[in-house]
Nanobody
Framework: QVQLVESGGGLVQAGDSLRLSCAAS????????MGWFRQAPGKEREFVATISWTGNTINYADSVKGRFTISRDNTKNTAYLQMNSLKPEDTAVYYCAASSFPTVYQGAYQYWGQGTQVTVSS
């Protein structure tokens, strides 16, 4: 049984930082690309970042480039999303997901976590 469990969300002020973690089990993490997505209230879920299993391929949404960093530790079966200079518009539920290749397309991700809430106050 595949499980992706996000953690690290919370309530912060604009300009603060947070690091989200995604602990994976039940899948071959070392051969899985990982992605982060987010869904703000009243909006559709959107792509945030993705990383290949080697870490050599990384892609970000334009809205988070230069502020967010995706990474992974294959020895810990964990992916991370370091979020700096947070803005109120970053407020959303953040989801991690696993795919066989790094992509911005949600439909390519076979497994999803339950999400973690990030709230940024102004």
């Amino acid at each position: 049984q595949v499980q992706l469990v996000e953690s690290g969300g919370g309530l912060v002020q604009a300009g603060d930082s947070l690091r989200l973690s995604c602990a994976a089990s039940g899948l071959t993490f070392m051969h899985s690309a990982m992605g982060w997505f987010r869904q703000a209230p009243g909006k559709e879920r959107e792509f945030v970042a993705t990383i290949s299993w080697t870490g050599n391929t990384i892609n970000y949404a334009d809205s988070v480039k230069g502020r967010f960093t995706i990474s992974r530790d294959n020895t810990k079966n964990t992916a991370y999303l370091q979020m700096n200079s947070l803005k109120p518009e970053d407020t959303a539920v953040y989801y991690c997901a696993a795919s066989s290749f790094p992509t911005v397309y949600q439909g390519a991700y076979q497994y999803w976590g339950q999400g973690t809430q990030v709230t940024v106050s102004s």
